[in-house]
């Protein structure tokens, strides 16, 4: 907006915040108005003969006004968009679910060692194989390109997917094709590893979506 061709202003900042907390029914109920007060913060220029800027003032103003409700309509569409949100929410975490189990029962075994002999098979045959039986890293890449989110949940489950892969492959080279297993690594392969470890991808990472989708 320009006023007598030396001024201009422009809203630089709007904020609206609640002037009193908000009731029960407010928080409950989309359709109960609420008070609130409006600021904006508008920055003026004033402008010299030649064009140049003179001198410049944020200017703050605020009023109270009482928010409008939301009617039958516009509420039953919110309803209906987050009833469907949250089925597919429901759904990619069930997913999530179920190839994780699917990976624990690929690579379930007594000892580390025995682990790395299943996936030696699988990375023997093919290396395509091998990223075959490990589906939740190409689940979560879908799920980003579906959803179009990447927060810090998601970006965290693909990071420790990735390093899951990476370290499973440099353990493969080194013990079945380099052979160089030393005295800490050989107990390390010895361990016996309990039932429940094989369910901490189950009882870490859907969740983690879950919060990375509701987001």
Known sequence: MVLCGR???GIAQFVIKSIQPLTLKQMIDPLAPFAAEMEFFAMLCLFDHDGFVEREITVGTCYICQIRSFNSDEMDFIQKWVKSRMETILLL?????????F??????AETLYGVMQKLYRWYHKSIFLFFLVHPTFYFMLFVVI??????????????????DL??????????FIQEEITRDMATMLAWKIPVWFFLTGLLLYPPLLYYGLVM
């Not at 990476?166 to 013990?175: G, N, Q, S």
Request: charged residues 20%; positive net charge; hydrophobic residues 60%.
């Open 166 to 175: 990476f370290y499973k492959l440099a353990l493969l080279k080194k013990i």
């Open 146 to 163: 579906l959803t179009k989110q990447l927060n810090i949940y998601i970006i965290l489950i693909i990071s420790m997917k990735i390093f």
């Open 7 to 9: 001024l201009k202003c």
């Open 103 to 108: 990976e624990a029962m690929m690579q379930r």
């Open 93 to 101: 975490t069930s997913v999530l679910m179920a190839l994780e189990v």
